[in-house]
């Protein structure tokens, strides 16, 4: 189990490294230089703001794709949750903080997405 936990941590990990990727190759002035080059790298990403940034994490921490619904959402958050809960991992101390962390982070990003999508 603590081996889902670690994959989980670097998806997370991953996710934040390609929106910063993508904050700095969205940038006009450091886009530019890229454009021009015969590789996908610094393509356009299309986060036109900040905001739109971190709603795509809260995606990303949910493991979803870019946009998806509210009932995707929730499906996506309730099977984490019973996948990383705390109670689950009760035996190892270290697995149950690493877990209060994910969960955490996930009921975050959950709340937030749902206020995104009454918009």
Do not use: C
């Not at 986060?47 to 795509?56: E, L, M, R, T, V």
């Not at 995707?72 to 309730?78: E, F, G, L, N």
């Not at 955490?104 to 997405?113: D, I, P």
Request: hydrophobic fraction near 35%.
């Amino acid at each position: 189990m603590a081996h889902s936990l670690f994959k989980r941590l670097a998806r997370i990990a991953r996710a934040e490294f390609d929106l910063h990727r993508q904050k700095k190759y969205n940038d006009p002035v450091e886009q530019k230089s890229y454009d021009d080059s015969s590789s996908n790298f610094g393509a356009n990403t299309g986060f036109a703001s900040s905001q739109d940034a971190k709603i795509a994490n809260y995606y990303a921490n949910l493991e979803i794709p870019y946009d998806s619904d509210l009932e995707t959402v929730t499906k996506a958050w309730k099977k984490l949750l019973r996948k990383y809960h705390p109670d689950m991992h009760s035996t190892d101390p270290e697995k149950v903080k690493i877990a209060n962390e994910i969960v955490q982070v996930l009921n975050n990003a959950y709340n937030e997405l749902q206020k995104y999508l009454a918009k």
